[in-house]
């Protein structure tokens, strides 16, 4: 029987007999088996493909996609331990300033907010030219972990202690990353490798993100960036049009698997069957994301004519839009940002709750403002439980 090895942590024992240590000298890695991995890259691509189409021939792609953005953001948190539901998080963000950072809120909704909006800063600056860079990292997770629990943990800072991959319920340690005076260099090893073009696209991303999760280069957060820089990629090496990918359901069902195919690569250099699991979890995920996205389509229709016959108002489309886009709303916000003028905007708001399509999560009470759900959006794109 192997002796059993146990590892101090915050002042918890911890059991690491089974862990296995970060494959140091092993990246990139100098083989692939490509002949195992033709088929399933096909298809991934081929789901990548329609799911890019889908959207691009869809008027308001990224109107239709806010929700489901809000929907990753709480799910790829959950995976750290962060939780929260979309509604909360959506009650935040309606409560929040646009030009400022979330200060308000729950720790838990607070991060699952910040995650989003550390997204959109990243993606940002990539349209504008800045490549993906340690900088570009390390300024996302500034933002992650900006307020909260996350701002004692060192945000934009690269890790100065061990930090380990674990149950924290069983006390057990699965992985342990990098150690930290190994990570400058390994970490300039990663941008280079996310920059080398002759390196299939998505085979690249696959190997990218499990490098990034292996090395742990930050005290905390680093499941969460991990996953953004996935989205990141499909889009900036050309399989995506757009950064509008969303693959944390698939992940997180999938947590135990997840983790065991990264211990496999430390263990015995099987980084043909990660990216074997990462094509797989694209794939599936693409698929979900075209049925998903197509509900969300119809359901905007449906809404159209509905907002049309209850409104009868040249502004019906733009309400329709507002509220797809913030699915819960302070209505002093949707009078403000709707384009519609002030009077009607108060009108079309009691009238969609008197028909149903909206309900009073907070009335009005004075000078304070009702805040208000679209229910039906916010059921279709419900985070699993």
């Known amino acids: 029987m192997d002796e059993k090895v146990e590892i101090l942590v915050h002042n918890t024992k911890y059991d690491a007999s089974e862990a296995v240590t970060y494959h140091t000298g092993a990246f990139p890695p100098p083989r692939i088996d490509l002949n195992a991995l033709i088929n399933p890259l096909s298809q991934t691509l081929i789901a990548l493909t329609r799911y890019d189409t889908l959207l691009s021939t869809l008027p308001n792609s990224e109107l239709l996609l806010a929700p489901l953005r809000a929907r990753d953001a709480v799910i790829s948190s959950r995976m750290e331990g962060t939780i929260s539901t979309l509604e909360e998080v959506l009650r935040l963000e309606a409560d929040a300033d646009p030009d400022q950072p979330h200060g308000t809120g729950r720790n838990e ?16 600056r990539l349209s504008e030219g800045y490549p993906l860079s340690e900088h570009l990292i390390r300024s996302a997770h500034r933002t992650l972990l ?47 490798y996310i920059g080398n073009e002759t390196i299939q696209p998505l085979l690249r991303t696959a190997i990218a993100h499990i490098e990034f999760e292996a090395l742990h280069p930050f005290e905390d957060g680093n499941g ?21 990918f969303f693959v944390s359901d698939f992940f997180e069902r999938h947590k135990d698997e997840y983790i065991e195919r990264m211990r496999a690569v430390s263990d015995n250099d099987d980084w043909s069957g990660w990216i074997a699991f990462f094509l797989e979890a694209i794939q599936s995920q693409a698929q979900e994301n075209i049925a998903i996205v197509g509900r969300i ?69 004075g000078r304070a403002s009702g805040l208000y759900a679209f229910s039906e959006l916010l059921q279709l794109v419900q985070e699993p439980s």
């Open 297 to 365: 389509h119809r359901l905007y229709d449906d809404m159209r004519e509905r907002f049309r016959d209850t409104l009868r108002s040249k502004w019906s489309v733009d309400a329709l839009n507002y509220i797809f886009a913030n699915p819960i709303f302070r209505n002093s916000r949707f009078t403000r940002e709707a384009g519609i003028p002030k009077q009607s905007a108060n009108t079309f708001t009691n009238r969609l709750v008197e028909d149903g399509v909206l309900r009073i999560l907070v009335p009005p009470a």
């Open 109 to 124: 909704a607070l991060e699952v907010a910040l995650y989003a909006r550390a997204l959109r800063q990243a993606e940002r």
């Open 224 to 244: 969460r960036i991990g996953r953004m820089l996935i989205t990141l990629m499909l889009w900036k090496t050309g399989i995506l049009s757009a950064p509008r």
């Open 146 to 192: 900006s307020f909260g629990r996350g701002a004692m943990k060192r945000p934009g800072e690269y890790k100065v202690e061990q930090n380990y991959i674990g149950d924290h319920r069983q006390r057990k340690i699965q992985f342990i990353p990098i150690a930290p005076h190994q990570l400058p260099p390994a970490m300039e090893a990663l941008i280079a």
